[in-house]
């Protein structure tokens, strides 16, 4: 019987339990985007709490193109001292870093009047209400570009691997949503179009990382959205191109971020405290990892060990990442481990954004 402590490999990445920290934005890095001591504290409480593997929050690749604020940036070179010093300390205290890396685009709130906002179509952002500017394949040559040199960058700082936002209606979730993406070029249409953004990428980072580095992606199982959305063939379509071109690990999130018309459906529901509403996207990830041969990482709701360990031994889903529940209880990994096979204190009450930096709610000093 697997365990969720099991030691296992991906590659030649040594990962000592199936136990990941899902990528949260912190806010809490500098205007520029570099660490601040108090974001480095919150990822050592991270590493020291048990977690097997940590992905950052996601980190901005061009300077101009920062969708939150308080982000960790990776857009020059200058970011890989600081940034040594940071694995080398995460390393130390037994914990796999991997950097999360993203092009933001109109999933954004953050001084869209002041900046350039690139999107496959113009198409408003059901949330934000953002018009991108469609893409020229001049602009999409640039974002892979941007994207592969931050994953040297990723590489040469001592993190273990990289992780492309795929995601969320990010960029790249964009592209492989029929809602969002209405070009009628080699990058929209079918799925072997729309999904020819995020397979060039990855091409362009294994060239420049080499064939041995953790490359992963996080992306939709499902966009939950009718005819609009990616649906899980297309997911499955995407994920076997991906492993053709070398991808490391894929990680399934998914939902649709039309809230208004599709209430808590989105990657971060609430209302999850029975274990029947928890974990809710492994179902159509399993589906999905049936036909994959790479490992896969299942996120969403995940909450209680016991769950997880049945997923874990009737599935093909190799490992579960958290993101809420960490940031309440960021030992929650050694509590588990320690036997203590408790729910955890985050009930997805969804408050853990703060502009002074997130966290969970009853942590939170009043003002
Ligand atoms: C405060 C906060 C920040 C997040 N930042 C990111 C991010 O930078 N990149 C990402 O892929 N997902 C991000 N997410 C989504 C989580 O990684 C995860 O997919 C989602 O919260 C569901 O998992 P959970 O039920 O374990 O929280 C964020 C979620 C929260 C609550």
Redesign the pocket.
């Known amino acids: 019987m697997k365990t969720l402590f099991d030691p296992t490999h991906i590659g030649t990445l040594p990962l000592k339990n199936r136990l990941w920290r899902?990528?949260?934005?912190m806010n809490m890095a500098d205007d520029k985007g570099h660490l601040t001591d108090r974001l480095e504290a919150t990822y050592l409480a991270l590493a020291r709490g048990g977690v097997g593997t940590i992905i950052t929050?996601?980190a901005f690749v061009l300077e101009e193109e920062q969708p939150n604020p308080g982000m960790l940036g990776i857009y020059e070179d200058s970011f890989i001292p600081e940034y040594q010093a940071f694995t080398k300390k995460i390393h130390a205290e037994g914990a796999n870093i991997i950097m999360?890396i993203v092009y933001g685009g109109s999933f954004t709130n953050f001084q869209p009047e002041n900046r350039l906002i690139w999107g496959p179509s113009a198409v408003p952002h059901p949330l934000t209400q953002v018009v991108p500017t469609e893409m020229t394949k001049e602009n999409i040559h640039t974002v892979i570009t941007a994207l592969a040199r931050a994953a040297g960058r990723v590489k040469a700082s001592g993190f273990d691997g990289v992780q492309l936002?795929g995601?969320?209606t990010y960029l790249f979730s964009q592209f492989l949503s029929p809602y969002f993406n209405r070009r009628e070029d080699e990058y929209g249409g079918s799925i072997e179009n729309r999904c020819k953004i995020v397979c060039d990428t990855v091409e362009a980072i294994r060239k420049e990382v080499g064939p041995d580095y953790g490359v992963f992606i996080?992306m939709h199982c499902s966009d939950e959205w009718e005819e609009k959305g990616l649906n899980e063939e297309e997911s499955l379509y995407v994920a076997k191109e991906l492993e053709k071109r070398g991808i490391s690990g894929i990680e399934f999130?998914g939902g649709n971020l039309d809230i208004t018309a599709h209430p808590n459906t989105g990657?971060?529901r609430s209302g999850i405290l029975k274990a029947e509403k928890q974990s809710y996207f492994a179902e159509k990830t399993a589906k999905i990892a049936r036909h994959l041969t790479v490992p896969v990482i299942s996120?969403?709701?995940?909450r209680s060990p016991e769950k997880l360990t049945h997923i874990l031994n009737t599935t093909q889903i190799g490992y579960f990442?958290?993101?809420?529940?960490l940031?309440s209880e960021p030992d929650l990994i050694n509590q588990w481990q320690q036997g203590n096979l408790k729910n955890p204190r985050c009930v997805?009450c969804g408050k853990?954004?703060d502009i002074h930096g997130?966290g969970c709610i009853l942590d939170r000093k009043p003002a």
Do not use: E, F, I
């Open positions: 899902s990528a949260t934005w929050g996601y999360q936002h995601a969320h996080k999130s990657p971060g996120v969403g709701g995940h990442s958290m993101a809420r529940p940031l997805a853990c954004q997130n």
